[in-house]
């Protein structure tokens, strides 16, 4: 995220603090390898100050101090958002452009279905994720800001046509967290783009919906087995995540994650929903997505209780 001229609405993630009782936020449309990995490697060599603080993306909502409480109604509007967006937004980034003379900004432009992604920002955009704005919303992505301007100007020309072919498939939730050389912006949840799937119509509705990193009331009752592996921001194509609501509310989720011993699954419900069919629906649901995802797992080391797997699963084995 980053600034931009009189028509962009980037704000570089640089300075900003956690304020008491809020958290730094911001929504992106993440841009996964393999054109993550390139667009880095672009981003390291024309001198990127902000390549080890946040990756690739495109700005949806720019920076805002979101108060602890408004947290689950972000990530309903996130989820809402999510869902109304096709599957897959099909876009390219390139050529080489400038927010000069308004903001020292090397950038790539956004072409494609900028449509489709206007209207996930848009929707993205409202209470309480809404912020007041010094420029109109333009798609791009940040190569480098505030390099001197005889230098972004050389690098416009000398990067030429530069264009590559985006697939966004979520988007996700930043937040600004202390780390290890200053701050850094991670993962705070995802939502995958496209309607959730929803099980049990007519009776005891549940709604499931696909991400990669689980929010934090997600990891709460999931518990401590693989939260490490499930908040990795180095492996988010190394895990699936299927979190279940009822009524807008939370009750239960289903992790896979792939480790140095293989793949891992576990599901949790909440108590209170327990012997209502949402660990069944789970199990399914994240067993389906890690065969989609290719996963070369002869098994997957099951975490929880062994009887559970055994009566529903014979590819998700209980541990011992």
Not at 98 to 113: K, S
Not at 142 to 151: F, Y
Request: proline share 10%; aromatic share 4%.
């Amino acid at each position: 995220m980053g600034r931009g001229p009189p028509g962009a609405g980037r704000v570089l993630l640089r300075g900003a603090r956690q304020l008491s009782g809020r958290r730094r936020v911001g929504v992106v449309a993440l841009i996964d390898p393999p054109a993550g990995d390139w667009i880095d490697g672009v981003r390291r060599a024309v001198g990127d100050g902000a390549i080890d603080r946040i990756r690739p993306h495109i700005t949806l909502v720019p920076p805002l101090n979101l108060k602890a409480a408004d947290l689950d109604a972000a990530l309903a509007r996130l989820r809402s958002a999510a869902a109304a967006a096709p599957a897959r937004i099909e876009v390219s980034v390139g050529p080489p452009a400038t927010f000069l003379p308004a903001n020292p900004v090397l950038l790539l432009g956004v072409a494609g279905d900028v449509a489709a992604l206007r209207a996930l920002r848009d929707a993205a955009f409202a209470p309480p994720l809404e912020r007041p704005l010094s420029w109109p919303w333009v798609p791009h992505v940040t190569l480098a800001d505030g390099l001197p301007p005889e230098s972004i100007h050389a690098l416009v020309t000398a990067l030429g046509r530069l264009v590559l072919a985006v697939v966004l498939e979520r988007v996700t939730l930043l937040e600004e967290v202390h780390a290890p050389g200053g701050r850094r912006w991670e993962p705070l949840a995802d939502v995958a783009f496209g309607p959730p799937a929803v099980v049990g119509r007519g009776g005891l509705e549940l709604t499931i919906t696909a991400a990669r990193t689980p929010d934090p009331s997600a990891l709460g009752l999931l518990g401590e087995p693989g939260v490490a592996a499930l908040v990795d921001p180095a492996t988010p194509r190394r895990r699936v995540v299927r979190s279940a609501h009822r009524e807008g509310v939370l009750v239960g989720i289903g992790a896979a994650w792939l480790a140095d011993d293989g793949g891992h699954i576990r599901v949790v419900v909440a108590e209170e929903h327990r012997g209502t069919g949402v660990g069944t629906h789970l199990l399914a649901a994240v067993e389906d997505a890690v065969r989609r995802e290719g996963w070369a797992c002869p098994s997957l080391s099951a975490e929880g209780p062994a009887g559970f797997y055994r009566a529903r699963s014979v590819w998700s084995r209980p541990l011992g």
